[in-house]
């Protein structure tokens, strides 16, 4: 996959306050611990994989894929060669922007939430790519019916979420950042999902199965 330069990175650090890189996990990429970069940069393969394998391709003329809580646009690249469309949604757009400009990718259309939740028709979108983004979103429930409103007949959502459990607790101390719990756990994000009329097509547990997941990467189906 496509990695941002820590140079460009750096770059989008200084468009944003401190509290916003963090949000965007841009020191995380940039962590001089390697096993920290690691399972930052692992997650984010184990998405692009499942972009590549679910995604229709572009070609047709409408396929739309919603990359929400794009972030730094850490997906984008891989997510805009197959796509016709692509929606980046965040309410912090200026590192997305840069990446944009940076790499050229002229199909990807930024936007804040409250403008998705209005410009987006019903049964538009083939997919949805929400990486570390639905386990502070609360209540979760009217954001997973928005995806599934929007999203095409056997629509795909792709999703990673930290576990929040002891392992990543323990990462995040060892990392030297804030000993903060996401407000719901993976597996608490996957029964909501589920709920909401998804079915699971695929899961894989980084570093490992188990107590030692920090985080969940998964294909769902709408149903």
Not at 5 to 14: G, H, K, S, Y
Not at 46 to 59: M, T
Not at 144 to 151: G, V
């Amino acid at each position: 996959m496509r990695r941002i330069p820590d140079e460009l990175l750096e770059r989008m650090a200084e468009l944003v306050p401190a509290k916003d890189q963090d949000e965007l996990a841009i020191q995380v990429y940039l962590h001089p611990n390697a096993a920290v970069r690691w399972v930052a940069w692992r997650r984010i393969e184990e998405l692009a994989r499942l972009i590549d394998s679910n995604l229709p391709g572009s070609g047709s003329g409408d396929t739309r894929v919603m990359d929400f809580g794009c972030g730094t646009g850490v997906l984008l690249g891989e997510i805009a060669p197959r796509a016709d469309e692509v929606l980046g949604v965040d309410p912090v757009l200026e590192p997305a922007r840069l990446l944009m400009d940076e790499w050229q990718l002229d199909n990807v259309r930024l936007m804040h939430p409250d403008q998705a939740w209005a410009q987006v028709p019903a049964h538009s979108l083939d997919a949805v790519v929400a990486a570390d983004v639905l386990e502070n979103i609360g209540p979760l429930g009217s954001t997973l019916e928005f995806f599934r409103n929007r999203l095409k007949p056997d629509g795909k959502l792709l999703i990673s979420v930290p576990s929040g459990n002891a392992a990543y607790r323990l990462g995040r101390r060892v990392a030297g950042f804030e000993d903060r719990q996401p407000k719901r756990t993976a597996a608490a994000v996957h029964r909501e999902i589920l709920a909401t009329g998804f079915r699971e097509t695929a899961i894989v547990t980084i570093p490992a199965p188990g107590p030692l997941a920090i985080y969940r990467v998964a294909a769902f189906r709408s149903l």
